[in-house]
């Protein structure tokens, strides 16, 4: 099950402010070199009906839908990783352009239980618009794609 999928069982048509059942699934799967990058064994990538459903309740609704739909390319693909700033939810911020609007996309390391064994994961904290470039200007940069090569 998709975001989309897990959006429109879950959050569409909900009122604002309400709770939703707590649910997550997998989105996409990070690349090696990402994996390597922000040290993390797990490439999975997750998101939870709340943070859809706090998405839809605060996003006009294009942006919401456009963010959706191209989570998984953001996700997978970041053009540049930065660190979160302390103040700020997440671990990591994901950058990306695509179709010439810029998108970022905070994550979280979370550990999740998987049968005998915990793994440590990510999680989706949000995504929106990137309005200003200068709003990075904060946040540490980790790590850059270099054309279609992986930096290292």
Same mark, same amino acid.
């Given at each position: 099950?998709?975001?989309?999928?897990?959006?429109?069982?879950?959050?569409?048509?909900? *009122?604002? #402010?309400?709770?939703?059942?707590?649910?997550?699934? /997998?989105?996409? &799967?990070?690349?090696q070199v990402? +994996?390597?990058?922000?040290?993390?064994?797990?490439?999975?990538?997750?998101?939870?009906?709340?943070?859809?459903?706090?998405?839809?309740?605060?996003?006009?609704?294009?942006?919401?839908?456009?963010?959706?739909?191209?989570?998984?390319?953001?996700?997978r693909?970041?053009?540049?990783?930065?660190?979160?700033? *302390?103040? #700020?939810?997440?671990?990591?911020?994901?950058?990306? /352009?695509?179709? &010439?609007?810029?998108?970022?996309? +905070?994550?979280?390391?979370?550990?999740?239980?998987?049968?005998?064994?915990?793994?440590?994961?990510?999680?989706?904290?949000?995504?929106?618009?990137?309005?200003?470039?200068?709003?990075?200007?904060?946040?540490?940069?980790?790590?850059?794609?270099?054309?279609?090569i992986p930096?290292?």
């Open positions: 099950m998709g975001a989309y999928t897990l959006f429109k069982k879950y959050v569409y048509k909900t *009122e604002k #402010k309400k709770h939703v059942f707590l649910k997550a699934t /997998k989105i996409t &799967s990070l690349t990402v +994996s390597r990058v922000i040290d993390i064994k797990s490439n999975k990538v997750y998101i939870t009906t709340r943070v859809l459903k706090h998405l839809y309740d605060k996003k006009p609704s294009i942006e919401f839908y456009d963010c959706i739909k191209n989570l998984p390319k953001i996700i693909y970041p053009d540049t990783i930065h660190a979160n700033i *302390e103040s #700020k939810r997440g671990d990591y911020c994901f950058i990306k /352009k695509y179709d &010439s609007r810029f998108y970022i996309c +905070s994550l979280k390391k979370a550990r999740v239980a998987k049968k005998d064994l915990t793994e440590e994961t990510l999680f989706v904290v949000t995504i929106f618009w990137l309005r200003r470039q200068t709003y990075l200007k904060k946040y540490p940069h980790i790590w850059s794609w270099r054309g279609d930096s290292s």
